[in-house]
């Protein structure tokens, strides 16, 4: 893939659980995106961690990053029912956006 | 408000017959993005326009074109699609400087290819 690979590919929870997906990217970065996306829409920006970071809150977010590993991961607290989407993980190398291949959600009401 | 705006949201074509998409901002960013994405795949970038730079990806398919003529404004040209461009198309936008900031998408635009 142009980016690299993200998982689990699909994941179904009860709502009120915890989601935890991770990413892996194949270069160098000087931050990585997670972005949100609900069927048949655009995708939606979520958080950006830079390289520096280790770890980022936002909301029911929590993303961190291990740059040694070349990994990141976003974790969902006490998840919706409209929590249900796809969710990926870009990085930007120079002007251009890389995306994994993205992890389905599903939470159950 | 919707700051990156497509259109078509749904367009129908009859094989080999060129469509053209078209994307426009309000955000006044200086790049845009055209982006393919198939069913239950990651989006992938096609090419990118950085001001008036073109930038192809080099497994972009000669079948498709691009063309930016100004700042709000990019469409998307194919010229004889076939079965295999189905998809949704994407476009985005992203002000990118010293940092490269976020992606702002549009809604997309779904082709069908008959």
């Known amino acids: 893939s142009q980016q690299g690979e993200e998982d689990p590919q699909a994941l179904s929870i009860q709502e009120g659980e915890n989601a935890t997906m991770n990413c892996s990217y194949k270069?160098?970065?000087?931050?990585l995106q997670w972005y949100r996306q609900n069927s048949g829409r655009g995708l939606v920006h979520l958080i950006l961690?830079?390289?520096?970071?280790r770890e980022k809150h936002s909301g029911r977010l929590r993303v961190t990053l291990d740059t040694s590993k070349k990994s990141s991961s976003l974790l969902i607290t006490a998840s919706r029912a409209a929590d249900t989407a796809s969710y990926f993980c870009?990085?930007?190398?120079?002007?251009?956006?890389?995306f994994g291949s993205g992890t389905k959600l599903n939470v159950k009401p | 408000d919707a700051m990156v705006i497509q259109n078509p949201r749904y367009q129908v074509t009859q094989f080999g017959k060129p469509v053209t998409l078209s994307c426009s901002q309000t955000l006044n960013h200086n790049v845009m993005y055209w982006y393919q994405q198939k069913s239950s795949q990651a989006p992938k970038l096609l090419f990118h326009?950085?001001?008036?730079?073109?930038?192809n990806e080099a497994d972009t398919p000669d079948n498709f074109q691009s063309r930016r003529p100004n700042t709000s404004f990019c469409f998307l040209d194919i010229r004889s699609p076939g079965l295999g461009d189905a998809a949704m198309y994407l476009c985005?936008?992203?002000?990118?400087?010293?940092?490269?900031?976020?992606?702002?998408f549009g809604e997309g635009s779904r082709l069908t290819v008959l």
């Open positions: 326009y950085y001001d008036k730079d073109f930038n």
């Open positions: 870009a990085t930007p190398n120079f002007n251009k956006f890389y």
């Open positions: 270069t160098s970065i000087n931050n």
């Open positions: 985005a936008t992203s002000r990118v400087g010293q940092f490269t900031g976020e992606l702002f």
């Open positions: 961690i830079r390289s520096n970071e």
